[in-house]
């Protein structure tokens, strides 16, 4: 079935601008929903005229009448004659026919969706029946705030233009919400609206009074006030702040009213969000903590790699000395990837900026004074936890130890280049030089190191082991040696 995407795109008459407009919309619409206890639905004309239902909104303050998707589904043909003279109409539409819906007789009113002066589709409210016997106060005066907020759609008054969201939890209507006149007093409360307050230490009644007297007496002295919270608490402008006071912390919207004539009013929605700041503040101080044990894993790393490195300057024999600097160099790998960790605030760490550094301090290592060997990198490693990092890291750091020693052996420049190929947790690396090739000799297929092998056992034993993988050697078509491993990462996450 057709998405909301997929349907703005066989209208050609709409604009980029219309299409954001109608983005917009669906984007914010679930308050008037919430509020009017009502389905809500948007038609659109396909390029053959026929109605469609481009995208719907179900409340979450009431049973919703539509328990299937009906996204992608044409109006019955019998409505045409009613979505026409409501296209037509420029102002909100009243159905004069009760219709039903599953069991439910519903009552259909149209808001004509109107973008620079023009009707580019039509929002229809299907309001149960049932939900408007006996209303009490706080069912009236939702029911008249998401009214007032479905007129402004005609008018192009939403949804707003200028509006600013940087809260991370934004209140809904069912956590609470506040009418205010134009003036900012408070109409009405709603009981969780209340309770947010009284959380905050506000002990006053708050119908009658000024939001943002209240919101202000609650506040001390030197408390950081957010730029935005007049404006919230006077509902004026299209913004959400947040109010901390007594230990406690409520996340707060605004939507302006707007009639013919200028503003009206405005509801502010309000969430307590304590809990929420309590958790992720702990989050952070475990982040910090984490982030300063990979510090300090590194630092004892480094710290290890200096004793070696004073060792192997200490001893005579030079087989000894190439063994204790090829241990460091191995224990210096190791700190760079902690070095990495500790710079994030999760244990992912982003691998390109880690190997690209790490390789070319491997080929500056390994290089003769002499020499000039250049590295290049094609492809994307992209984010990966330690787990995978550090023995990858020691991987790839000997391949191109092993590439620049025996590879270049008596030659004044040489070229490496690493190639990556990832999907998922899939991992290809290709690592190709222009040095002299395979040696004559090999062993199970496997190029010669120096020394016991070392290097090769450890290449086989993180591919094979650590990352079920395989690792194949072979000459190079123009020239030199050209080594393929195919693995698969144990924790990294798919970008």
């Known amino acids: ?294 510090h300090r894993v590194k630092n004892n790393l480094q710290a290890v790699s200096a004793l070696l490195r004073l060792q192997a300057r200490k001893t005579k024999s030079q087989e000894v000395k190439k063994e204790l600097e090829e241990a460091q160099r191995r224990v210096q790998t190791i700190a760079m990837v902690h070095e990495g960790l500790s710079q994030t605030a999760d244990e992912m760490v982003d691998y390109d900026k880690v190997i690209s550094n790490l390789l070319k301090m491997s080929v500056d290592l390994a290089t003769m004074r002499d020499q000039h060997i250049s590295i290049d990198f094609i492809g994307k490693f992209g984010m990966m936890p330690a787990q995978d990092a550090t023995p990858l890291s020691l991987v790839l750091t000997e391949l191109i130890t092993n590439a620049v020693e025996h590879g270049f052996e008596g030659r004044k420049d040489g070229h490496i280049t690493v190639s990556v190929g990832r999907g998922g947790n899939n991992l290809n690396v290709v690592v190709e030089d222009d040095g002299s090739g395979l040696d004559t000799e090999e062993r199970n297929g496997m190029a010669r190191t120096s020394g016991s092998g070392l290097g090769t056992q450890i290449i086989n034993t993180f591919v094979k082991n650590d990352f079920g993988g395989t690792v194949r050697w072979e000459p190079r078509r123009e020239g030199g040696t050209r080594v393929i491993l195919d693995m698969k990462l144990r924790a990294a996450q798919s970008e």
Request: proline share 4%.
């Open 1 to 294: 079935m057709a998405d909301f995407s997929h349907i703005l795109a066989t209208r050609p008459d709409l604009d980029d601008s219309d299409r954001e407009w109608l983005h917009q919309l669906v984007a914010d619409w679930q308050v008037i929903a919430d509020l009017s206890f009502a389905d809500l639905l948007l038609i659109l004309q396909d390029g053959d005229g026929r109605y469609v239902i481009a995208e719907q909104c179900r409340p979450s303050t009431v049973m919703s009448l539509r328990e299937e998707d009906v996204v992608g589904s044409q109006m019955p043909d019998d409505m045409s004659g009613e979505l026409d003279a409501a296209m037509r109409s420029g102002v909100v539409f009243r159905s004069t026919v009760l219709r039903t819906v599953g069991k439910s007789t519903v009552c259909n009113v149209y808001a004509p969706v109107r973008h620079n002066g023009k009707t580019i589709g039509l929002v229809v409210r299907e309001t149960n029946m049932a939900t408007r016997e006996s209303n009490g106060r706080y069912e009236s005066e939702s029911i008249n705030a998401g009214k007032q907020l479905y007129e402004m759609i005609p008018r192009e008054q939403f949804p707003y233009r200028d509006s600013v969201m940087n809260q991370r939890h934004i209140a809904r209507v069912s956590d609470g919400f506040i009418i205010l006149t134009i003036d900012g007093v408070v109409r009405y409360a709603s009981p969780n609206a209340i309770s947010c307050f009284r959380r905050l230490g506000s002990v006053r009644a708050m119908q009658g009074q000024y939001l943002s007297e209240i919101g202000t007496q609650l506040l001390h002295k030197n408390d950081p006030v957010p730029e935005t919270l007049p404006l919230v608490l006077s509902g004026k402008a299209a913004v959400d702040s947040e109010l901390d006071a007594n230990r406690s912390a409520v996340s707060m919207r605004s939507l302006p009213l707007y009639g013919p004539n200028g503003r009206t009013g405005g509801i502010v929605l309000c969430r307590d969000v304590t809990e929420l700041r309590r958790r992720e503040k702990e989050l952070q101080t475990k982040d910090a903590a984490i982030s300063e044990i990979h």
